[in-house]
């Protein structure tokens, strides 16, 4: 797995929407930032996937403690 980085967003390419964090579904703009992004290169294109800061903090805390 490739391991998170931090990607400022703010200087990212104009899109007709904005990226979507796929753990609450809720928009990646400039109030949410910084977000965390994993990216992987296969067959020449690459994929990058953005989740929210908070979101992604989340998401680690649950893995250290599976119990909650």
């Known amino acids: 797995m ?3 980085k ?5 200087d990212a390419i104009e899109v ?3 990226p979507l ?3 609450c579904d809720q928009s990646i703009d400039e109030l949410s930032m910084p977000a ?3 990216h992987s290169s ?3 294109f690459i994929t990058l996937c953005l989740i929210h800061e908070e ?7 649950g893995a250290d ?3 909650k």
Not at 6 to 10: E, F, G, M, T
Not at 55 to 61: H, M, N, P, Y
Request: with cysteine.
């Open 16 to 18: 007709e929407s904005l």
């Open 6 to 10: 931090v990607y400022d967003i703010s």
């Open 55 to 61: 979101c992604g903090d989340a998401l680690k805390e």
């Open 2 to 4: 490739d391991m998170l």
């Open 21 to 23: 964090c796929p753990l």
């Open 42 to 44: 296969q067959d020449g």
């Open 36 to 38: 965390y992004g994993s």
């Open 65 to 67: 403690d599976p119990g």
